[in-house]
């Protein structure tokens, strides 16, 4: 079991940029890949970008491919993911899952943090 603990949301500008961390808690982290998924205002929870448990295999969105870049420090059981060139319509609640890499996108465990509000203002 992992449970995970998101942060580093807020309110930047359009254009701006944000660096969203994960901590993770369980042994055994380094054996799942990760990922996150956000819920804009109104919409169904999305898949934004999955990283295997090497970091050898990363999936995108198309909505966020070339702005987003996701990490991971399997030493310090952390998910990182950097925003960059930040849209209004990127604004959401973002949440990191554990998981497995399918098809371009990640099945989650199951069982998600509280998640972190990213505002974006025009």
């Known amino acids: 079991q992992v449970q995970l603990v998101e942060s580093g949301g807020g309110l930047v500008q359009a254009g701006g940029s944000l660096r969203l961390s994960c901590a993770a808690s369980?042994?055994?982290?380094?054996?799942?890949?990760m990922g996150w998924f956000r819920q804009g205002p109104g919409k169904e929870r999305e898949f934004v970008a999955g990283?295997?448990?090497?970091?050898?295999?990363?999936y995108y969105s198309d909505s966020v491919k070339g702005r987003f870049t996701i990490s991971r420090d399997n030493a310090k059981k952390t998910v990182f993911l950097q925003m960059n060139s930040l849209k209004p319509e990127d604004t959401a609640v973002y949440y990191c899952?554990?998981?497995?890499?399918?098809?371009?996108?990640?099945?989650?465990?199951?069982?998600w943090g509280q998640g972190t509000q990213v505002t974006v203002s025009s």
């Open positions: 899952a554990a998981g497995s890499l399918v098809v371009s996108t990640l099945r989650p465990l199951g069982g």
């Open positions: 990283i295997s448990w090497s970091g050898s295999i990363i």
């Open positions: 369980g042994r055994t982290f380094s054996s799942y890949a």
